[in-house]
C-alpha cells in the first residue's frame, strides 16, 4: 500500500483491570490482574503498521510520566510522532475494567489529547497518496 497513515486522535494510557465481575455500585473488587498499556488510537495504528503501512502520529503528547510511556510505546513500534510534546498537561489516561464474561466499564481522564490546535499541527505534513485519520477533535485556530 502507497502512502502512509496520518492520525491525528488521540493516544492514552490503559489502565486495565481484570476482575471477576463488575462491581455493585459502593462496593469493592479485586482484580485478578493488571496492566498499563498504551490506548486510545494507538491500537489502530499498531495494527495498520503491522500489516506493512507506514504509519505516523499527528496528534498530542504529554511531557509528564504518561506522554513518556506513550512515546516509548510509538517507538517501539517504529511508529513516528510528528509533534512535539505539550509543555502544559500530561497525557491522559483511561481505566478499564474487564469481567470475566467481557463485560467493560471505563472511566477516562482527558489530557494533552484532548487540546490540539492548528497552531501545534504545523509540523504535520499530508502528502498526496497519504490516509489520514481524526478523530474526536474539534479544531481550533490558535
Not at 481484570?18 to 499498531?46: C, H, W
Not at 491522559?92 to 490546535?117: H, K, Q, Y
Request: hydrophobic fraction near 45%.
Amino acid at each position: 500500500m502507497s502512502g502512509r497513515l496520518v492520525h491525528i486522535g488521540s493516544a492514552v494510557v490503559d489502565h486495565v483491570y481484570r476482575i471477576d465481575a463488575l462491581p455493585a455500585p459502593g462496593t469493592e473488587k479485586t482484580a485478578s490482574s493488571y496492566a498499563q498499556v498504551a490506548g486510545g488510537g494507538f491500537n489502530m495504528m499498531v495494527a495498520a503498521s503491522r500489516t506493512g503501512m507506514k504509519v505516523v502520529f499527528g496528534g498530542q503528547l504529554g511531557s509528564g510520566p504518561n506522554g513518556d510511556f506513550l512515546r516509548a510505546a510509538f517507538a517501539a513500534e517504529g511508529i513516528e510522532t510528528l509533534t512535539p510534546a505539550s509543555p502544559l498537561m500530561d497525557s491522559g489516561n483511561c481505566v478499564a475494567m474487564i469481567s470475566g464474561d467481557a463485560e467493560r466499564t471505563f472511566v477516562s481522564w482527558p489530557g494533552a489529547e484532548s487540546v490540539l490546535s492548528f497552531g501545534m499541527m504545523a509540523p504535520v505534513r499530508v502528502a498526496p497518496g497519504d490516509w489520514l485519520f481524526a478523530s474526536g477533535y474539534t479544531l481550533s485556530y490558535v
